[in-house]
C-alpha cells in the first residue's frame, strides 16, 4: 500500500499568508559514477543557499533555508527514486527543481539541458520513471487526480550520460565540469520560480 504523507511543515509570512514551498531534489545513485551527478549538484547547491540564509528549520529531516527575502521556503534533498515514490516526496509544494543524469541521446556526454517535465518524453531517461511503477508524469496526474498537491511547475535540469552499472563514487570528467555550470543553472531557475510563485 502506497504511503500518502502530508508537507513536512508550514511556514507563513509575518502577514500570516503561507510562504510558497519549492522543493530541489538531486536524483540518482552517488555509488554508479555519472548516476551520481544529481547528488552532487545538489549537495553543492545546499551548500550555496546556506552562505545565503543562516535561517535553517530546527528539527527538518531535509535542509530548510528560507531566502534572504524571506519570500519562499526552499528545501533540498537527495534521492534514489522514482515514479509513485518520487511524487509522494513532491507532495505539498509549489514548485520543484530535479537534478538528474539523463540519457536523450541528443548531445555529447556532459551536455546540459533543462526541460520542463511536461516537454520530456514518459520513457526512461532517467530517475524519473521506476521499472516497479509508473513514469513521474503519470504518478503527478494519478496524484492530482486523487486532490493530492502537488506542484503546478516541476523543472528538470540534466546532465547527458551513458548509463553505467559500474561501481564508482567518481563522475567521470565530462560530467565533473557540467557540475558548477548545473549549480548556477539551479540558482537560476530557482530565482525565476520564486519570482513567479510569489
Known amino acids: 500500500m502506497m504511503e500518502m504523507r502530508s508537507a513536512n511543515h508550514c511556514h507563513s509570512t509575518e502577514d500570516g499568508i503561507p510562504k510558497p514551498r519549492i522543493l530541489i531534489i538531486g536524483l540518482g545513485n552517488p555509488l554508479l559514477g ?28 531535509r535542509s530548510s533555508m528560507v531566502k534572504p527575502t524571506s519570500s ?24 520543484a527543481i530535479l537534478i538528474d543524469a539523463i540519457t536523450l541521446g541528443q548531445q555529447p556526454v556532459g551536455s546540459l ?8 518524453p ?4 532517467g530517475h524519473l520513471y521506476s521499472a516497479h511503477d509508473t513514469t513521474l ?4 496526474q494519478m496524484g492530482r487526480d486523487l486532490v493530492t498537491k502537488l506542484p503546478d511547475t516541476v523543472w528538470v535540469i540534466g546532465v547527458e550520460v551513458v548509463p553505467t552499472f559500474i561501481f ?5 570528467p565530462s560530467v565533473m565540469a557540467a557540475v558548477p555550470c548545473a549549480v548556477q543553472m539551479v540558482l537560476e531557475k530557482l530565482h525565476q520560480m520564486i519570482e513567479e510563485v510569489l
Open 34 to 61: 555519472d548516476d551520481g551527478f544529481g547528488w552532487q549538484v545538489a549537495s553543492r547547491v545546499e551548500c550555496a543557499l546556506q552562505e545565503q540564509s543562516k535561517t535553517i528549520g530546527e528539527g527538518e529531516t
Open 72 to 95: 519562499a521556503v526552499v528545501e533540498v534533498e537527495r534521492l534514489a527514486v522514482g515514479g509513485l515514490r518520487l511524487m509522494e516526496e513532491l507532495i505539498g509544494y509549489d514548485a
Open 113 to 120: 539541458s533543462i526541460h520542463s517535465l511536461e516537454s520530456l
Open 122 to 125: 514518459t520513457y526512461p531517461i
Open 137 to 140: 508524469q503519470m504518478a503527478l
Open 168 to 172: 564508482s563514487e567518481n563522475l567521470t
